[in-house]
């Protein structure tokens, strides 16, 4: 049966083309609308134009990542039913375009956060840190939060200290560029290049999320699923939340899709299978509490989409990122899992059951040092993970085979 093996385009101006895809072996492309501002309808036109240039090379246009969710929703700020309207109309015209799978978050703010987006590796290769204590540093002494200090242990706190004691000035303004700007700029974020006090921009964004609590974020996306979910059960799209990265709070802001618990109480919000989850090991594993087969157990039956990465896990709450078969993760049991609820779906006879797959991030190695990429995106690196994900699963898919034989 195998997964539908994927890749996530940046469009035109990334530097892996559609062409290079169709050789690598992959079959459908994971990209977005980048160029349409966030809480604007997604229109059939527009849609059309990037789904013909994928076709065009023998691909599928196989998953939007990302329809993005506005502020506004996350907020519930008056104007949030006109964007829930926008975000609906959105997904109708996906639908009628014939792209079914959807992916969104509900991290306010700011989407994912790392502290480097260049660390070194033994090997050479190059991947993404979170470091507690530096972030502690830019948290509580670059962009000055109030009370952030309590949001620490009194040790983080004090390598904190420590951390931006020996920082250089230029040191702590690329801290700050790259957590705000450089690391969201090409996934729609909150703050572009384009402001110039983007520090002080983004305490304000902050700020507009004073008293919104964990509770209330929850209330807000329980009642966003319940106006979307039924238009995406219409026209056959299948939702997927990704999961909160990395999975703990982060600036004083709630997170609520970070345990199995969070989505099990997402699932229940809305029964069915268009309300579904992106499944990624390098955001969960980075939480301590999470077993990835456990919450495979769990929820793996609203897992409509496979971002499968790995990561080394540091002392008091640090991390790196390793690319996709070596560190934290049980690459092996996670994918045999993956493959066997695959099966499960099909003698269901289930209508889901590509369960699209792409390699989620990768070590910059080899000739991507000659290359312009996203944080995080490098070709070398992720092509990598593609190969070696995709002979883990034909291995695991062999053995599934030999095994049902057997017992036939």
Known sequence: MAFEKTWRWFGIDDPVSLNDLAQMGVEGVVTA?????????????????VKQAIEKHGLRWSVVESLPVSEGIKKNAPDSDRLIANYRESLRNLGKCSIDTVVYNFMPVIDWVRTSLRY?????????????????????????????????????????????????????????????????????????????????????????????????????????????????????????????DPPFPVLGLPRIVSTKEDLEWIARQYDSQSNGIAFCTGSLSAGSCNSMEEIIGSVGHRINFLHLRNNIILSGGSFHESGHIEGCVDMYRVMKLLLQEQRRRVREGR????????????????????????????????????????????????????????TS
């Not at 609308?33 to 134009?49: R, Y």
């Not at 931006?164 to 090409?186: C, H, P, W």
């Not at 304000?204 to 964990?214: F, I, M, Q, V």
């Not at 059951?353 to 390699?359: H, I, K």
Request: hydrophobic letters at 35%; glycine letters at 8%.
């Open 33 to 49: 609308l980048h160029h349409i501002p966030n809480g604007e309808v997604w229109t059939v036109d527009e849609i059309m134009k």
């Open 120 to 244: 070194r590796l033994s090997s050479g290769g190059e991947v993404m840190l979170f470091d507690l204590p530096t972030f502690a540093a830019f948290d509580m002494f670059i962009l000055d939060r109030p009370g952030a200090s309590e949001d620490y242990s009194p040790e983080v706190v004090k390598k904190a200290e420590e951390t931006y004691s020996r920082m250089t000035e230029e040191e702590a303004v690329n801290l700050a560029k790259d957590i705000i700007v450089v690391s969201q700029g090409f996934i729609d974020g909150s703050v572009d290049g384009s402001e110039k006090d983007y520090i002080g921009k983004f305490k304000e964004l902050l700020a507009e999320y004073d008293g919104t609590d964990r509770e209330k974020l929850r209330e807000n996306l329980s009642r966003f699923l319940k106006s979307v979910v039924p238009v995406a059960e219409e026209y056959g799209i299948n939702l997927c939340i990704h999961p909160d």
């Open 351 to 406: 209508k889901d059951t590509r369960m699209p797959v792409r390699p989620d991030h990768g070590i910059r190695m080899l000739d991507d040092y000659n290359r312009d990429s996203n944080p995080g995106y490098p070709l070398i690196g992720r092509l990598k993970g593609l190969a070696e994900l995709w002979g883990l699963e034909t291995g695991i898919e062999r053995s599934l085979d030999e095994q049902e034989k057997k």
